[in-house]
């Protein structure tokens, strides 16, 4: 049985079932505004008018779609035939989809229902006259009459109207409540709260209403937005929750687009982009307003914000919600729209020792001896839910003593001042935590986590262990990436750096505003208590600061410097503070330092993308200095001198266009650990030996100027990491490479004048990685085989020009295409490789090798785990070169048109494999394809079923004949525009199956719709049991559909667990890949399964099933391996061999060529995307080979050598505006149906069908068209 809280279609909490003569305008009218009051969604049919004696359709809808049933029994209830019908539906839905049935006797006496006696006898007197001929129907209405009387409900009787609508919806809320997924685990005191705001709602109103929620920061507001979002999201057609709008809006709100295009983004309209708020604005009116709508707006700050997200009610559809969560009360009052206002409110004192308990003790209550202390600091915090989370937090672990001492503390604070509160856990930590705490909160909210800690390191500071102090104690938060704390503990921070000096910035220890900035270097007003600059952002690309040039003169203590937006020094500058430890200043302005200034606290400078042409004069000391980074400065010339930095450990000049010599002073560095000069393309002059023994990574790539590189000394037994990369004129390695013994990953990629490694490369123990793609080197050196450590190598691409000759393309229209590449002669790979035991990737990819290039011993490479050969000249590779690999998994042979063959791999392995005739055929061994299904490794069995690509596998549009069973129920029925479709299959188990290890069912669904739509499906799979207690339900929701596709779906029962999977359809832009696991129930004789689909927006043409049998699938693999015909390989891991087909190789004689002048003017191309790759990849064995043979879908193939071409009439099958349909038409080719332009023989000007066969294992790249031509490349 379903559970239909897991239906994510639902629309109603309750459906009320009635007579409307007897209650419509009494006691159902009243349960009715009570229920609606009490946001309970309700149907209720409101129509007046004389019914037919049918149920409508859109009843029947609207009791599938709700989660439960209000029946009113009333004296005349059975005398309507409508009634009795909804009644009988409403009770199949209770038994399938597990709705609840709440029955009211509304002034009758349940066991008259029970007995059918009185008005009910009398009214099935006469059904029994009018239905004479339906005796069936009758006798199901008083089954159910007689059924839901046995049902727990209420009797009308010696009741109160009033008390009785208030007992039923408070039992209704509490049932429906079990149903709606939690999503408040874990918070306290959330949950009376959030009934609260879910009331004011007002959820059953269609109508447009804008929710309010207010209150200080800190105060839970975010947390409970962020439930209740959770908790109706799936109610709304587009639901979208904006979090951090004050931050991320900016000071100015100079970043409000950047919302709206958020907001925009949850349509799934590819390509819009909101470049001016008004266009933003008229955007969302335009595309929102017929868009029921769920929009959260978090921490709004100004009337802009809402303005330019949220005008107005006309911008939303109905029934749209809009919450606001903000500080500012009179912000939702000024705007233009009436806010339902919600007032979130501080924690009571039982809520609050609730929560505190859980930060300072993990548990829910005191521990003894901590309860009056315990209960003062609740009081103390009162009822702020992040001062006491902070408090708790700070005071977990520590003894009782402590505690008495922070209540001490805590007294001295006013009760009414709620942000010194917090800061009580501030004034607790130590100075250099509260140091750290201070600059995070001041400059570094928001960013990496590693750059702060390098930065606050670089001040003298120990951030490692005083970030985790900070997160232990609530006052910071990591998300892995970034270091964050709540808006309220930066007020805090910024509030007491205000307090140091409220009038007078320059008296502050930090500055982080540009007025305030501006005020004090205006006026050189700084002091010794600055400690700190950070100046973010300006109001323009480049600021004019009117700076004194000796404003830094009198801040003796600033230790730190940041400038991240472009600014013109109109006066020059002077000086600098003597004290700073960190300078980073982007897009500095000037050509150099300031003369003659002292930076001897100096520890790390970064001056990014600056106008620096020398970095200083001589050679300047600057004993602590650790980091210099002037890359993307294009007018440095010369690194600057560095024998006066001897702490200096990390040197980048990345992208320094003009820089053409690096210092001498550089070649004994005796700390320097990173040296790198990426992207400097005129460098050219170096020392000509280094002998820094500490330097780790040198990276020169794309130095493309470097011809020689220097000699590495003895005692450089540091570095792990030479990167060459792209070092175009570079002509040899020195033979002193062979001095760094620590060496692990060297690479020379594209270093296309390098002809050979040096010798006593095999010296280098420690090489892990090495990367020869892209040189001259032909022949590699035996010594490699030496590195026993060696894990990648790569050698792709290396081969030189040799003789010619040509390649011919037979193509369409009877032409051919002759090409004359050079040819290339081939990498010489040593006769060995035994000694290459770690490789776990080896790249031997465009070399030009052929069968008998590769060693015989290959497969002693016992780690090898990807293979890469793609590009080359292989005919046949044997089997035992490849298939002993016990831990290959990626083998990659793409681009290797000579292939005629392929190896039998294990299991585990993918292969890729494109542009390929791969005619020799294996065939196929039906027992060890079985096995591989039939794996007692149920982690492989999974793991291929999940292989199976992202795509639909084309298949017939029409039912294959196999699916001779089509006894389904098809349902059909038109509901607010919508069309609806639902099949229902019901499989007898035979006793066979039961008594199996293996047996499946196959479900074949064909749709049909007017037009190209894309709707949903849903489908169920219900297991009878027959027992006392129903099967499970297991369901399968697929998500977008499209319309005249045709879906294979196969439930598989293998050993313990059930296996579901859609596994075929016909268009890849609508496809979703569905999978699901299943334990398996347990089942008895006369079980029965019942498979339901529905789909909306279509129908349902044709439905039909068949079984699934272990000894069918071996049968019908022996027939298709004595008719020549084989599967593709998959990426699951199993290959075979392509046979070929005389009878389609007959075919081939059609071909027609097109030259290439042609091809090259063809004006339009439609790429056939995810499904012609899919075909390159094979399909799935494992899975696929056992059930396509055993449905029918033809998915075997032999090969067809060439293109066929034929022309055809148009069909309703054509498909325009560049869609394709695809299908399977035999067992060797596939074909594409398209309209095509003006052909040669088509004089007439018309749009003709074209029908055009590949062959499954060499499909065409793109399909292209001119105006006179037609091709597949």
């Known amino acids: 049985m379903e559970d239909c809280s897991q239906n994510s279609k639902w629309k109603y909490h309750v459906f009320l079932s009635f007579r409307g003569e007897d209650t419509r305008l009494g006691f159902t009218d009243h349960l009715y505004a009570a229920l609606v009051r009490k946001s309970i969604i309700t149907f209720r049919d409101d129509e007046e008018l004389a019914r037919g004696e049918v149920i409508s359709q859109k009843l029947l809808l609207a009791i599938e779609e709700s989660l439960s049933a209000v029946l009113i029994i009333s004296k005349n209830y059975a005398n309507s035939a409508w009634c009795l019908d909804e009644l009988v539906k409403i009770l199949e839905s209770k038994r399938l989809l597990g709705q609840q049935v709440f029955p009211v006797f509304y002034g009758v006496d349940p066991s008259d229902v029970r007995n059918q006696r009185g008005s009910f006898a009398e009214a099935f007197k006469k059904h029994e006259e009018k239905f004479s001929e339906s005796k069936e129907k009758v006798q199901k209405w008083r089954d159910a009459l007689r059924e839901v009387a046995n049902l727990s409900g209420w009797d009308s009787k010696d009741q109160h109207e009033t008390k009785l609508i208030e007992e039923v919806i408070a039992q209704v809320w509490k049932r429906l409540e079990l149903k709606f997924p939690s999503y408040n685990d874990g918070l306290v005191a959330i949950d009376v709260r959030l009934e609260e705001l879910y009331s004011t709602l007002k959820l059953g109103l269609e109508d447009v209403h804008f929710i309010g929620i207010w209150g200080m920061g800190g105060i839970g507001k975010t947390t409970l937005t962020t439930a209740l979002f959770k908790k109706i999201k799936s109610q709304f057609d587009v639901s979208c929750f904006i979090a951090n709008v004050r931050e991320v809006s900016g000071e100015r709100n100079q970043y409000l687009q950047q919302l709206q295009n958020k907001i925009l983004s949850h349509l799934n309209i590819k390509g819009m982009v909101i470049e001016t708020l008004s266009q933003g604005k008229d955007s969302l009116r335009n595309l929102l307003s017929n868009k029921k709508v769920l929009l959260v707006l978090d921490d709004v700050s100004s009337k802009s914000q809402l303005e330019n997200l949220a005008g107005s009610q006309e911008w939303f559809g109905r029934g749209s919600r809009i919450i606001v969560t903000t500080r500012d009360k009179h912000l939702l009052i000024s705007h233009d729209v009436l806010f339902e206002m919600y007032e979130s409110k501080i924690l009571n004192k039982s809520e609050s020792l609730h929560l505190f308990c859980e930060k300072a003790f993990k548990e829910d209550a005191p521990k003894e001896g901590f309860v009056e202390l315990s209960e003062s600091v609740v009081e103390y915090a009162r009822g702020l839910p992040l001062a006491l989370e902070v408090l708790g937090s700070f005071l977990c672990g520590r003894s009782l003593s402590d505690w008495e001492d922070a209540l001490i503390k805590i007294k001295q604070v006013p009760h009414d001042d709620i942000l010194n509160k917090l800061r009580i856990s501030y004034d607790m930590l130590e100075d250099e935590h509260k140091t750290i705490f201070l600059d995070i909160a001041c400059f570094f909210k928001g960013w990496y986590k590693h750059k702060v800690i390098q930065i606050l390191e670089s001040c003298g500071l120990h951030p490692t262990v005083g970030i985790n102090v900070l997160i232990e104690k609530s006052l910071l938060t990591f998300d892995g990436r970034v270091i964050w704390l709540h808006d309220m503990l930066e007020e805090m921070a910024k509030t007491i750096v205000i307090q140091e000096s409220p009038n007078d910035p320059g008296r502050r220890s930090r500055l982080w505003s540009l007025e305030d900035i501006d005020q004090v270097l205006k006026k050189n007003k700084g002091t010794e208590i600055v400690q700190g600059i950070v100046l973010k952002s ?254 990648r190598l790569s050698l792709r691409s290396c081969r030189d020009p040799a003789t010619n ?327 699951s891991g199993h290959s075979a061999g392509m046979n070929q087909s005389s009878e389609v190789e007959s075919k081939v004689k059609e071909t027609t060529a097109l030259d290439v002048q042609n091809i090259e003017r063809s004006n339009e191309n439609f790429s056939l995307g995810k499904m012609l790759h899919n075909i390159r990849q094979g399909l799935g064995v494992s899975m696929l080979a056992l059930i396509s043979m055993m449905v029918g879908a033809t998915i075997f193939h032999s090969p067809v050598n060439g293109l066929r071409f034929k022309k055809s009439a148009p069909t309703n099958e054509t498909v325009t505006n560049k869609l394709f349909k695809s299908q399977w038409i035999s067992s060797n080719d596939i074909v594409l149906k398209v309209n095509t332009p003006q052909l040669p023989d088509n004089p007439r000007n018309r749009k003709v069908s074209q029908r055009l066969s590949f062959p499954i294992y060499q499909p065409p790249r793109r399909l292209s068209f001119s105006q006179s031509h037609f091709c597949l490349t």
């Open 538 to 791: 300006s109001p323009s690309t480049l600021y004019e600061a009117h700076w004194d040039p000796e404003a830094f003169t009198k801040m003796g203590n600033l230790r730190l410097l940041i400038i991240l937006c472009d600014l013109h020094l109109s006066l020059g500058l002077k000086c600098l503070s003597s004290s700073l430890k960190v300078l980073v200043w982007w897009g500095y302005p000037l050509n150099s330092l300031p003369v003659g200034i002292q930076l001897d606290e100096l520890v790390h400078l970064q001056m990014i993308n600056s106008k620096i042409k020398q970095l200083w004069n001589g050679n300047e000391y600057y004993g602590k200095l650790k980091v210099i980074d002037l890359s993307n400065s294009k007018d440095l010339r010369q690194t600057p001198n560095v024998s006066g930095i001897p702490n200096l450990e990390e040197l980048y000049f990345n992208d320094c266009i003009k820089l053409v010599e690096v210092h001498q002073s550089i070649r004994q560095h005796k700390k320097l650990r990173i040296l790198s000069l990426m992207g400097c393309v005129d460098l050219k002059i170096f020392p000509k030996k280094l002998e820094m023994f500490s330097l780790k990574m040198l990276f020169l790539s794309y130095c493309s100027n470097i011809k020689r590189l220097p000699d590495f000394g003895k005692n450089m037994t540091c570095i792990t990491e030479l990167n060459l990369l792209n070092c175009e004129n570079l002509l040899s390695l020195p033979n002193s490479i062979c001095n760094l013994k620590s060496l692990r990953i060297l690479n020379i990629s594209g270093c296309s004048k390098i002809c050979n490694l040096p010798d006593g490369i095999n010296q280098i123990m420690a090489l892990e990685d090495i990367d020869l793609s892209r040189t001259a080197i032909r022949d590699l050196d035996p010594s490699l085989l030496q590195l026993g450590n060696l894990k």
């Open 805 to 1131: 000759s040509s390649w011919n393309f037979h193509l369409p229209f009877g032409k051919k295409f002759s090409f004359f590449p050079a040819q290339t002669t081939s990498l010489t790979l040593p006769p060995f490789l035994s000694g290459l035991s770690s490789l776990t990737e080896l790249d031997l990819s465009d070399c030009n090798l052929t069968d008998s290039s590769i060693p015989h011993d290959i497969d002693c490479l016992s780690s090898l785990e990807r293979l890469i050969l793609s590009g080359n000249n292989f005919v046949c590779l044997p089997t035992h070169y490849i298939s002993n690999l016990s831990k290959l998994r990626y083998l990659e042979l793409e681009d290797c048109p000579q292939l005629q063959s392929l190896p039998m791999l294990q299991p585990q392995v993918r292969l890729y494999v494109t542009d390929s005739d791969a005619r020799e055929a294996y065939a196929l061994d039906p027992q060890k394809i079985w096995k591989l299904f039939e794996s007692s490794d149920k982690k492989l069995l999974h793991s291929s079923l999940y292989r199976v690509p992202d795509f639909p596998y084309p298949m017939y549009f029409e039912m294959p004949s196999r699916f001779d069973n089509q006894n389904f129920f098809p349902l059909t029925s038109s509901y607010v525009s919508k069309l609806d479709a639902i099949a229902s299959v019901k499989v007898d188990i035979p006793d066979d199956c039961l008594l199996s290890d293996w047996w499946g069912v196959a479900v074949f669904v064909a749709l049909e719709a007017e037009g190209f739509v894309a709707r949903h499906m849903r489908l169920s799979w219900n297991f009878d049991t027959l027992g006392p207690e129903d099967g499970p339900s297991l369901s399968l929701l697929t998500g977008s559909t499209a319309a005249n596709d045709s879906y294979l779906f196969t439930l598989v029962v293998s050993g313990d667990f059930i296996y579901i999977q859609r596994h075929l359809s016909g268009d890849p832009k609508f496809m979703r890949k569905q999978f699901s696991k299943h334990r398996k129930p347990e089942l008895s004789e006369n079980s029965s399964l019942r498979f339901e689909v529905q789909v909306e927006g279509c129908k349902i043409r044709k439905c039909g099933w068949r079984m699934l049998r272990k000894e069918d699938y071996l049968e019908d693999l022996k027939m298709l391996n004595s008719s020549g015909l084989v599967v593709a390989h998959s990426d």
